[in-house]
């Protein structure tokens, strides 16, 4: 990753790490991090849109690699709001059913998308040129359809890389679940 990239993780990683430490209740601490989050996405997504990439190994990668670690954050904490939002308050088994429904939209994204999850997480690169690269986006106007609000331009998108997002922004929600689930006394119904 360039080091102008990895300074904005790493100041994205700090802000998160303080805002999480802050004395501020749940929902503002959630919703201080999904601000920093898009800060710091805004600024990456400047930098390429003003010096774009130098050859398409380069735009492989930060399609890939790099815009992931900004957007996935955003995508959790929207999955974390709405949960603060939604959850049901003062009875446990409705609490644990919610808990339920939220892994199953994690689960059934995995399964939906089980080839393109396995191509990402065993590192397979064969089709990287048709995912990741601006020039192979042969449907305009269908990035639009994802609903993903970071990504409503299509010079910052390819046709795969809100995929990517989505993994990781439901790998870290997934931790999240199953941390609420040990507060509650267990994670083992969670399984089929």
């Known amino acids: 990753m360039s080091p102008e990239y990895q300074a904005y993780y790493h100041q994205l ?10 004395g501020s209740g ?17 600024k990456v997504r400047k930098e390429v849109k003003s010096h774009d990439f ?12 790099v815009k992931p670690l900004f957007t996935s954050y955003i995508e959790y904490y929207t999955y974390c709001y709405h949960a603060l939002l939604f959850m049901p308050a003062g009875d446990l ?11 199953r939209k994690i689960e059934r994204f995995r399964e939906n998308n089980r080839e ?11 089709k990287d040129t048709e995912y990741f ?11 639009t359809l994802q609903g993903l609000v970071h990504d409503l331009d299509a010079e ?5 890389d809100y995929l990517v997002t989505m993994i990781g922004a439901y ?15 267990g994670t083992i119904f969670f399984y089929k």
């Open 93 to 103: 088994q409705e609490l644990k059913r919610f808990w339920k429904w939220e892994m």
């Open 116 to 126: 393109f999850c396995q191509y990402i997480r065993q590192g397979d690169t064969y």
């Open 156 to 160: 910052i998108t390819t046709s795969h």
């Open 171 to 185: 790998d870290l929600y997934e931790k999240h679940i199953l941390a609420e689930m040990e507060k509650l006394g």
């Open 133 to 143: 690269l601006r020039s192979s986006n042969t449907l305009p106007g269908v990035r």
């Open 13 to 22: 990683l700090a802000a998160i790490a303080l805002h999480r430490d802050a």
């Open 54 to 65: 130098h050859n398409t190994e380069e735009e492989i990668r930060f399609f890939r690699e």
């Open 26 to 42: 749940e929902m503002e601490k959630v919703e201080a991090c999904f601000k920093s989050s898009l800060e710091f996405w805004s």
